[in-house]
Every structure is written in structure tokens, then in C-alpha cells.
């Protein structure tokens, strides 16, 4: 597969995967190459779902008001992001646990994204480590989704070693106080396979031996090892709270109730910079939003944990022009969940999106061809979005702007914005 640009539309045969033209065929492949329980995990939603299909579903409310006879001949989709000019404003979500979908895993996506030149997300959870991924994304930024755990101790040393890696910012995952319910998940008993670790606390791990086990370290000797510590979750009993105990894990460590904008902000601040800004990942209304600049949070990502956590929450599309409209452009605004297609990447700019995150579909393209697959799932959105936006009329990111929509009614007549 070659990845030249033939124009705005990317027409030459030689250009495209033919059996792979859209996302959505991007998805299919994958549900085929996936095992159910990683097909499970990684597509599903809270309970019913209905949040994850309105991410979806949000960005079928608009349409696109094309303007004509402009020059459309050089179109500039790049922008500035971290002082890195990205290809386009797009970057790849963290998601967790990648080598799930292929051996490439997180490294993988991170060579993809270098070569497409847009900037990468890093999962707390990943099954790569921060340092391996910093080096295989070379100049392009990397941010670090962030549990902010309980136990303090374990995000700093994690901040610390983001910091000496390079990352450009961490994006503090501020949705998930309690961990939704997610039904697939607990039907299928769904746990990582013992071959894959979570690599960012792996020497926190130990090995499951019972005590009189041993393991090697030489040809012939061995040494003792500990019996596996197990994990449990923290609860509240009475007054008292009682913190996580054992290796880290998503199901016990991730949630924290405890986390309040007065004592939490302030420390990750003091703990990041001035390496690396400090983001709020999950922000979906414009008191929050209000909050965030109040605090002096760099930026904010709107977003819903991919419909995952609170089931009839907002689509992060319609949380979104709320948002922009009580930050008033003091810090920027991204958005992430339900982006299937350029046109929706055009779409939330023109709400005052700055730029977008893909989650899933970055999956898909691991599954389909690992490193490839990643690749071409970013040419298919860039080439979608470069199309929009000439036919569009719109030669320039910022010039995408709410006037080039308009929006269904109940009634399916269309509004001006």
C-alpha cells in the first residue's frame, strides 16, 4: 500500500487498500481478525450502549454548507499542537492494552503515527512501556492518559519517567470516579492473557507461584520467588477509606473516587511542570469546562470514555459547542468519541473543536495490519477530511467555522447554527 496523495480526493488506484476503503469496512476486517473477548473489550459500551451509538449517531445531525468558486487548489490541513505541526488535527486516543489486537501493539501505533505525522496518546494500561514508545515516535508528541491512583506514589513515579521520555503533557482521565458497568466484560470474566503484562507497572507484578515455586536464573540455578500478591479494590467502610492494595490493575486501581479539583489539580501541576502540560480528559459540561480555566489546566478533552462509563450521558459532539462556549478560547478544546469518517473530524471543528482523538478506530487498523493498519486508517480520515474541506471550500484548519453547517430538526428540516 502506498500512501502518496493524488490530490484532494487521493482517486489513483495505486493509492488505496481496494479491499479497505472506509472505516467502516476498516471495522469489519477487524471483527474478523479479533477474538471475541478482544472484540468484546474493546467495542463495547455501558450497559445498553446507547451512549456509545449517540457519539455515533451526534454527528449525523449536521450537515455540511459547501461553498463555491473559491481556490481550493492548495489546501493546508496541518496544525499546531505541542509546537509540532500535526498532518492534520487528528491524533490517536489512548487506548489500553493494544498488543490485544496485534503483536505490533503500542509500538506499532506509534510508528504509524510517526509516519502519517500526527501525535500520540499513550494509555496508563498500555502493554508497551512509555520509554519504548517514546522512542519509536521519534519527534512526534506523546501525551500520557493518567489514573490519577489513590496511592499517589505510583502516578509520580509514572509522571517521572513520562517526563524523562519526553512526553509533551498528561491528560488526567477525570470520568471514571467509579468504573462503569460494562456486561460483556463481566460475562466473559474478560482479564489480560498471562503472556501480555501491563507494562508500565510490571516490576510491580509477581508471578503466579505459590511459595514453595521457584524460578530460573541461570541454566542451573533458581531462586525462591514470592507468592502472587493479589489485587483488590478500594472502598469507603464507615468513615473510613481503604485504599487499593496489590500490583496495579485496571478493574482495581483505575477508579478513584477521591478525586477533587482543589487538592488533585494542584498537586499533578506541581508534579508535571513545566516538562509537561497538565490536560483534563472528560470534561462534558461548561461549568466543569468553567472549572478547568479557573484551575489553570492547559487544556481540555471532551469526551465520554468512548461511551463507556455513564450510559445516557451526552454525545461528546453535543457536549461540545458548550464547552467552547464557556472556555471563550482561553485554553484549547479537544473532543474524541464516535469520529468514523472525515466529515465528522470537519464537523467538530466547525462546533470549535481545535482538534479530535480517535480511539477505536486505530484498533481496527492494528487488527486489520498492525503498524500498516494503523496507517491506513490515519490516511483514509486525512484524505476524507482534505476532501471535505475543498469541497467545502475551506482552504485553511482555521477557517473551518460553525457557518459551514447547518442542523436537523426533529422534523428533518435544517437550522442555521
Known sequence: MTTGNKGAGGNGHADHDLNCLTIEELQAHAHTMMDKQTRDYYNEGADSGSTLLENIDAYKKYRIRPRVLRDVSRINTTTNLFGFKSSVPIGVAPTAMQKLAHADGEEGT???CRKRGVPMGLSSFATTTLEEVAEA??????VLQLYLFEDRDHSRKLIARAKKAGFKAVFLT?????????????RNQFKLPPHFKIANFVEEEEPALSNDETTPTSANQSRPRKPRAYSTAGYTHGEKRVTPTGPITFHTHAANPTLCWEKDIEWLKEECCPEMEVWVKGIATAEDAILAVHHQVRGIVVSNHGGRQLNGAMATLDALPDVVEA?????????DGGIRHGTDVFK???????FVWVG???????????????????????DEFRLCMGLAGVTKVEGISKEYLVKIDKSGFVARL
Open 174 to 186: 477525570v470520568d471514571t470516579p467509579i468504573l462503569g458497568r460494562r456486561n460483556l466484560e463481566i
Open 348 to 354: 467538530a471543528l466547525a462546533l470549535g473543536a481545535d
Open 137 to 142: 515516535s521519534g519527534e512526534i508528541p506523546n
Open 110 to 112: 506509534a510508528k504509524a
Open 360 to 382: 477505536r478506530p486505530a484498533l481496527w487498523g492494528l487488527a486489520y495490519k498492525g503498524q500498516e493498519g494503523v496507517e491506513l486508517m490515519l490516511k483514509l480520515l486525512s
Open 327 to 335: 472556555v471563550r478560547g482561553q485554553i484549547p478544546v479537544h473532543v
